[in-house]
C-alpha cells in the first residue's frame, strides 16, 4: 500500500481553490453530517456516571445508524434514481429493490446529488485520506490551470466519474458518497500534465518506507489496481477509474490552451504534450 505524502514540484501561485475545497468538505463532514458519519456508535461512561446499558446503547446505535442511512439516501448519489429521474420513495420501476420508506425523502432532487454526493464521507478514515489525495495533486493541477477552470474541471470530473458509477450499476439503490472520483479526475490531469514528476509516497511493508516514485508508475498503479477491487469492499472503483479517464482526456485538450509554465512560450502547442505520455 501506497500512501502519498507530497511532491516535488512547487507552485507559482496559491492553490486557493484546492484549499476552499478541503475546507468545504471538512465542514460538510463535521457541521453537516450526522454525528454517525464522525464516530461509529459505541458505550462510553461519563465520570461518576453508570455504565449505559446494553439495551440503550442498542437503542442509541440504531438511532444513529438511521440518521447515517437516512442522510445518505437524501444527498447520496442513487444510480436508479439518476437513471429513472425519479426518487426512490415514488418506487420507480428501474430500481432492483426497496430500503426502508422511513429512511427514503419524497422531496429529493435526485440530480442535485450529483453535486453534493461529492462533498459527503463515510468516516473520519474516508475524508482524510480523500483531502490528502486532493492536496498532494490538486495544487499543482490548479497552478497550470488556474482557480476558476480548474474549479470547473473539479467539478465537472466529480460528475462525470459519479455517471460512470451510475452506468455501471443501473438498477442499484445504494447511495454513493465521497470526493474520490473529482479527485480521481484531477490525479488523471496531474499524469498528463507531470508524468516525470516525483511523488512522496509512505509504503507500508514490513517497516515503513518514504521514497520517491515517478508519477506515470503512482497514478498508473492507481488506476490498474481499481479493476481490482473486491467487491465486499464496497468501493465505488467505477466512480475513480471513469474519474481518472476524463482527467487523461480533458488535460490532453486543456494542455493546448494552459501552457506549462516551467516550459519555453515561444514553443507554443508542441511544448503542451509531454513527450514521454
Not at 458509477?165 to 498528463?192: E, F, K, Q, T
Not at 514490513?206 to 503512482?218: D, E, I, N, R
Request: hydrophobic residues 50%.
Amino acid at each position: 500500500m501506497a500512501i502519498p505524502l507530497r511532491d516535488d514540484a512547487p507552485t507559482k501561485r496559491t492553490p486557493w481553490i484546492t484549499a476552499a475545497l478541503i475546507l468545504a468538505n471538512v465542514v460538510v463532514f463535521l457541521f453537516l453530517q450526522p454525528p454517525g458519519f464522525q464516530s461509529p456508535p459505541r458505550q462510553t461512561q461519563s465520570p461518576g456516571s453508570a455504565v449505559t446499558s446494553h439495551a440503550d446503547f442498542v437503542v442509541t446505535a440504531n438511532d444513529k445508524q438511521v440518521a447515517v442511512d437516512r442522510y445518505s439516501f437524501r444527498w447520496g448519489a442513487v444510480p436508479c434514481e439518476i437513471l429513472s429521474g425519479h426518487a426512490l420513495a415514488s418506487r420507480p420501476g428501474q430500481c432492483h429493490g426497496q430500503p426502508p420508506g422511513a429512511l427514503l425523502s419524497t422531496s429529493k432532487a435526485v440530480w442535485v446529488t450529483l453535486l453534493t454526493s461529492m462533498f459527503l464521507h463515510g468516516g473520519v478514515l474516508h475524508l482524510v485520506g480523500n483531502m490528502l489525495f486532493l492536496w498532494v495533486f490538486g495544487n499543482n493541477v490548479e497552478d497550470r490551470l488556474g482557480p476558476l477552470p480548474f474549479l470547473a474541471f473539479y467539478v465537472i470530473g466529480g460528475v462525470v466519474a459519479t455517471l460512470g458509477y451510475v452506468l455501471a450499476n443501473r438498477h442499484g439503490v445504494d447511495p454513493s458518497i465521497g470526493a474520490s472520483g473529482a479527485i480521481a479526475a484531477v490525479m488523471g490531469a496531474y499524469l498528463v500534465f507531470r508524468p516525470r514528476g516525483r511523488i512522496l509516497v509512505g509504503v507500508l511493508t514490513a517497516a515503513f518506507q518514504v521514497v520517491y516514485v515517478p508519477a506515470f508508475v503512482v497514478l498508473g498503479l492507481f488506476f490498474v489496481t481499481q479493476f481490482f477491487t473486491p467487491a465486499a469492499s464496497h468501493v465505488a472503483w467505477q466512480a475513480h477509474a471513469a474519474g481518472m479517464a476524463f482527467g487523461v482526456l480533458a488535460a490532453l485538450v486543456l494542455a493546448r490552451r494552459f501552457h506549462d509554465p516551467d516550459r519555453p512560450a515561444e514553443l507554443g502547442a508542441a511544448a503542451a504534450f509531454p513527450s514521454t505520455f
